[in-house]
């Protein structure tokens, strides 16, 4: 009896520990990544423009240090570079290789759209709520909204300027000199007395223009991704017209190629492939057209080496793809999604993190000047020699919350912040137009704006008589019914919002 009970008690104290072992089992599964568990680690893809800096491990262990005591993950930082980037990344998300987060956005490039359409990227709708309440609190909720494809969230995208004015960046010398003051160009008929005076006064100098068009920077429409159907007047109506049919357009046409005769604008302008700041430094233009926003002024003066100054010439607008030109996704196959989320959401809260992406670590990258947010270069080091420049704050989530180097103005990204948010909104803000159904004309229709439109939109050109050929190759490769395709997605899109 004795060794019975004996047993039967023993078997009683195994049933308690193996209870206790099971129910501490069930606790550390709920817990998925407390501290108790250790640091799950994210896969992290972005595209760098240059070398990859050398102290980016040491930059990663920083951000790591804050990021497993909040949220008990890490990261595994992976730069590639950006002529890689569409091949590497089609090929990850494939095969489904370990990814947690990525770099995506409108571009074809980065092939935000695309990726949704394979079924590459998650729906963030969810997450957003239950991890991501810091991301809804510093974004207006148009712009969070603007990444949704069929009513749901594929994209967050980064805070830096959501919105742009078009107008043009002049040598401020030349201005001085000539008695022109750029705050008083504010018309097309104002620009062109100011391109009258500095090309009859500076020969050999022309105007340029970043993308090689002229009139893209003199009129504010939503071109909703491609200019194959677009919206006027700043997307203040829903209706999706040919752009390249209007009034509007054969004016400006007419206009852009009277300069170009007159020899305001730069001969080859169409087939240039030199950067405009560049033209600027090597004698060849007093100024180019360009999409504005706060501090192109002084980025573009360091650029080109001489202080420029800019004249705007539309409102500032916000797009869908302005919004969705940078953002992050969380790959489907990601094995921490949860967790991916929650380090986003650093990315858009955490003062730390955003500036360790940002500029480094403090004391070996930047050190601070005494002017609040504001810092420079450490003794010794300069752009030259730093560890650490990659120089790309407007990819890492809140830019806002980023120091201002010295030199730049100390209320920059204010500004910003206040130029985003008080911009005109397009009423198709949100919309992303799928060009599945009509891919075969999107692809003949693509290759002839390559042919004729930056010719005739930087007036080399004749649109007298190359403008009724370009229209007429437009609808012969079926312009119509993919502008009748865009109207369908955005009236259903509109009915849902």
């Known amino acids: 009896m004795k060794r019975i009970k004996t047993a039967g008690l023993m078997l009683l104290i195994f049933a308690m520990l193996l209870a206790a072992c099971s129910g501490g089992d069930r606790q550390t599964e709920a817990a998925d990544g407390e501290a108790a568990a250790a640091p799950v680690e994210l896969t992290m893809a972005f595209f760098t423009f240059g070398s990859t800096p050398a102290d980016l491990p040491a930059v990663q262990d920083a951000i790591n240090k804050i990021a497993s005591e909040k949220i008990n993950a890490k990261v595994k930082l992976l730069p590639i570079s950006f002529g890689a980037w569409n091949q590497q990344m089609n090929l990850m998300l494939t095969a489904g290789e370990r990814l947690d987060l990525l770099v995506t956005g409108s571009s074809p490039t980065l092939g935000y759209s695309s990726q949704v359409a394979k079924g590459h990227l998650l729906a963030l709708d969810e997450l957003v709520r239950q991890y991501g309440q810091d991301i809804a609190a510093a974004m207006d909720p148009a712009f969070l909204r603007a990444g949704q494809i069929n009513g749901e969230i594929y994209g967050i995208p980064t805070l830096r300027d959501m919105a742009s004015n078009n107008g043009v960046l002049f040598r401020k010398d030349l201005l001085d000199k000539h008695g022109l003051n750029a705050g008083e160009i504010k018309t097309i008929d104002d620009l062109e007395k100011a391109l009258k005076l500095l090309s009859d006064n500076e020969p050999g100098l022309t105007l340029a223009a970043a993308n090689g068009s002229i009139v893209d920077h003199l009129v504010n429409i939503d071109n909703l991704g491609d200019f194959l159907g677009v919206l006027l007047n700043g997307g203040a109506e ?72 800019s004249a705007s010439l539309t409102e500032p607008l916000s797009t869908t793809s302005k919004v969705t030109n940078i953002m992050w996704g969380i790959p489907r196959h990601s094995q921490y999604p949860e967790k991916a989320m929650q380090f986003l959401n650093l990315m858009y809260s955490d003062k730390e993190i955003i500036n360790l992406f940002d500029w480094g670590i403090e004391g070996k990258h930047y050190v601070k000047t005494g002017t609040e947010n504001v810092i420079k270069f450490p003794d010794g080091v300069d752009a030259s020699n730093s560890g650490y420049n990659l120089n790309q704050g407007w990819m890492f989530g809140n830019q806002y919350l980023s120091y201002v180097f010295e030199g730049d103005d100390p209320e920059i990204y204010i500004k910003t ?8 909104k397009s009423k198709a803000l949100g919309f992303t137009f799928d060009s599945t159904p009509v891919k075969t004309e999107i692809a003949a229709l693509t290759n002839v704006l390559d042919q004729f439109k930056p010719g005739l939109e930087s007036g080399a050109l004749d649109p007298e008589k190359n403008l009724p050929e370009f229209i007429a190759k437009l609808r012969a490769a079926g312009i119509e019914k993919v502008i009748a395709e865009k109207q369908k997605q955005l009236d259903a899109w509109a009915a849902q919002q």
């Open 238 to 309: 829903l209706k999706v017209v040919n752009w390249f049919e209007t009034p509007e357009y054969a004016e400006l046409l007419r206009r852009v190629r009277d300069w170009y005769e007159k020899g305001y604008i730069l001969k080859d302008l169409a087939t240039n492939k030199e950067a405009t700041h560049d033209l600027v430094k090597g004698h060849r233009s007093f100024g180019f057209m360009n999409y504005l926003k706060p501090g192109i002024d002084p980025q573009e003066s360091r650029f080109a080496g001489i202080p420029m100054v």
């Open 417 to 424: 912040e206040e130029f985003s948010n008080s911009a005109i």
